[in-house]
């Protein structure tokens, strides 16, 4: 059994450009949340997505947006990068009625120069 | 809002010798709290969970953790340090308010990293 898979491992971007991330839950999960890891610093909720709706929104501007398909896999989209938005992107998926059981991918690193 | 405030950066502790790396939280209401380790260039990997019940809580690679409700404190002890247990570890806090509003994030420190000398 496959756990949480992200597409790409790395990539680098320019700023002012556009990047979409990709994330394969767990199978049986229904549940996707994205976090932002930084440099230094702790991960941070970007938004989940149930029943391919976004459920929650963390303290990201609209530049971060998502996607949730039937099969439960999900986008992050971030345009126009700036430079801060180089980190390491986290997807974790979950069941929604049991969110102490959350399971995080390897991550993609976002280099924006 | 939930907070999680892990106090030490850094903690450097000889092979052999017990480790703690300290976590203190805020929530409204009652707690899940968690501890996951990170290897570099690495994902995060679950170590640990309080959910209810006993406050000594047992997991992954001899790690335990003890929660405190008076001191809002989940600290990580293993009582002897392997030099493979060098890594960056985070704790994280989920209120257990249902599925709903804050209890859908959840909310991590900056991170401890762990370094277990030879």
């Known amino acids: 059994d496959a756990g949480v898979t992200q597409s790409p491992t790395h990539l680098i971007k320019t700023r002012g450009q556009q990047v979409t991330l990709r994330c394969s839950p767990k199978s049986g999960h229904d549940t996707v949340s994205w976090y932002q890891q930084a440099l230094g610093q702790g991960p941070q909720f970007i938004f989940q997505?149930?029943?391919?709706?976004?459920?929650q929104r963390g303290n990201f501007p609209d530049r971060f947006s998502g996607h949730q398909f039937p099969n439960y896999s999900s986008e992050l989209n971030v345009n126009a990068l700036l430079l801060g938005d180089s980190a390491l992107y986290l997807c974790?998926?979950?069941?929604?009625?049991?969110?102490?059981?959350?399971?995080f991918g390897q991550g993609t690193r976002l280099t924006v120069v | 809002a939930q907070s999680v405030a892990q106090p030490e950066d850094q903690v450097n502790v000889a092979e052999g010798n017990p480790l703690t790396v300290k976590c203190t939280y805020s929530v409204s209401g009652n707690p899940y709290l968690f501890w996951y380790v990170q290897y570099p260039n690495r994902g995060l990997q679950f170590l640990l969970k309080?959910?209810?019940?006993?406050?000594l809580v047992k997991g992954s690679y001899g790690f335990e953790a003890e929660f405190n409700k008076s001191q809002t404190s989940f600290h990580l002890k293993k009582p002897s340090a392997l030099v493979s247990d060098s890594a960056l570890y985070f704790c994280?806090?989920?209120?257990?308010?249902?599925?709903?509003?804050?209890?859908?994030?959840?909310?991590f420190g900056s991170g401890t990293q762990l370094t277990v000398l030879p």
């Open positions: 309080y959910i209810t019940g006993d406050n």
């Open positions: 974790a998926s979950s069941l929604l009625d049991r969110p102490t059981e959350a399971f």
């Open positions: 994280a806090v989920r209120d257990r308010l249902g599925t709903s509003g804050s209890a859908r994030q959840l909310t």
């Open positions: 997505y149930y029943e391919e709706e976004e459920r």
